[in-house]
């Protein structure tokens, strides 16, 4: 009996595989941390057949847990890591390492295109602001620096449409990853307009051919089935790219009561639903991302602050590092645990921290490569635990400056990604944001979102709307009010924030200038 879904979720920390029922509930999973290395300059790159061996050693790791997993896999679905550029040639093999989404070796490029008026074009076609993370804006750096590099290139991939390839043979991305970098969301196709603002148009023959997961699968390959362990003809699905998919599996589909939806993982990313291409709101600074879900006509309009959870671990990370120099060890879960004591000591915005640490800058609600993090408004009264809930609240008034930047602020928000699992978070966020707060049970959020577009496209369910009633509405908790009295003090200190970042941005740049000489 076929009765299992398999997601893949490639991600930038941890490469998993995940096996449900066809009711959406978790059998078992099996993961392998990720490895990629930082280059000087700003260069973040992957090994393609490392990550492939990855991926395929998590499958066969999920068989040893689930007997006679093969036999019983209706389908597999991919999804992972989103923008950055992974090079094939003709005949299948890397061209070079992949180039990730924390690579910022683009971000003159993106200051140039950036500036130019029919950079607005480009914007209001994809719906996305360009950063030095996507592939477009690499794609130029590469022809600058790299021609030969590209010259031998057949075909430009993502992490997961590598997967996918290595899964089934077949070049193809998805209608989320080829709109917002090259395309126009409204068409959910390629655009020759964008290419030629881009100054890419050359490249064209690079860019694989889009499918929707929901409607096209292609069998495994018999080589990918010795690699996995899996059936060579098992349906394999092309799932959309990793943040769309936590979307989904987090609930931001329910068009009813319409939520916002925060992953606060590595990066954070937060989203608002747009039911028809009309629903987008795009804002005056050209910023954000506008991705197609996997229902007919409906997006995810999306602002993403690029760094959430380093910001937790650098400052945790000061406090255990002064105790190793002392000869006392605390790994990172004993250092979590003190959090919220921490928090509960500390008076509420006392002081702001913007929280930039990423040496690849900013890149929503503004983009700018070269913004860094800080604290503002440190007195001698401050103490360790001041800047640990600095820091949260820090992330909480960025994700109020991504929602504000496409709208009014949502009344409920889902919560998802590891930070969703602190009370005190939870309790911050609702109360900058003024709203709810719900998490889901759900603890493989991706990859149960590519897991439902195979369900979908496989026809276990007639609709996306119909998958989600089974697979993600009953995994909802209980709303977390927002604490009004809370709200009211980080309603009068959020405009302090936003003035913080304006006004510092030319002391980044003037720090930037004297550190590159």
Known sequence: MRDILIGIDAGTSVIKSIAFDTLGRQIAAAALPNHYETLPGGGAEQDLARTWSDAATTLRQLADKVPNLANRTVAIAVTGQGDGTWLIDAKGEPVAKGWLWLDARAAAVVEEIRARPEDRLRFEKTGSGL????????????????????????????????????????????????????????TRD??????????????????????????????????????????????????????????????????????????????????????????????????????????????AQMQSNMAATLNIDWVLGLASGILASQGI???????????????????????????????????????????????????????????????????????????????PLPREVRLTGGAARSPALRKILGAALGADIRTSAREEAGAAGAAMIAAVCVGLYPSMDACVGEWVTPLLGEAEPSDRNLAAIYDKM????????????????????????
């Open 131 to 186: 950063a030095a993370c996507q592939q477009g804006s690499q794609f130029v750096f590469m022809k600058r620096t790299m021609p030969a590099m590209l010259g031998k290139a057949a075909t430009a991939f993502h992490c997961k449409d590598w997967l996918y390839f290595k899964l089934t043979g077949e070049r193809a991305t998805d209608p989320s990853e080829g709109t917002f970098t090259f395309g126009d969301f409204h």
């Open 329 to 407: 060890s605390r790994s990172n879960g004993e250092m979590i645990a003190l959090v919220d004591a921490w928090i509960a000591a500390a008076q509420p915005a006392s002081l702001l921290y913007q929280p930039y640490v990423s040496e690849a800058g900013e890149r929503g609600p503004f983009v700018d490569a070269n913004a860094r993090a800080g604290f503002v408004g440190i007195s001698s009264r401050h103490g360790y635990a001041d800047l640990v809930r600095a820091v949260f609240e820090g992330l909480a008034f960025a994700a109020r400056d991504c929602y504000t930047a496409m709208g």
């Open 190 to 299: 390629y655009s020759d307009e964008v290419l030629d603002v881009l100054g890419v148009a050359d490249l064209r023959h690079l860019l694989p051919p889009i499918v929707d997961g929901t409607r096209h699968s292609t069998a495994l390959s018999p080589a990918a089935a010795d690699a996995t362990g899996m059936l060579a003809g098992t349906p394999v699905v092309l799932g959309y790219v990793d943040v769309v998919c936590t979307a989904l599996g987090a609930g931001l589909l329910d068009r009813q009561r319409k939520p916002g939806c925060s992953i606060i993982g590595s990066t954070g990313m937060h989203m608002r639903l747009a039911e028809t291409p009309d629903d987008v709101q795009l804002n005056d600074a050209a910023t954000g991302y506008t991705m197609a879900m996997p229902a007919p006509g409906v997006f």
């Open 494 to 517: 959020t405009p302090s924030y936003t003035l913080a970042h304006q006004a510092l941005r030319p002391v980044w740049r003037a720090m930037a200038s004297v550190q590159a000489n």
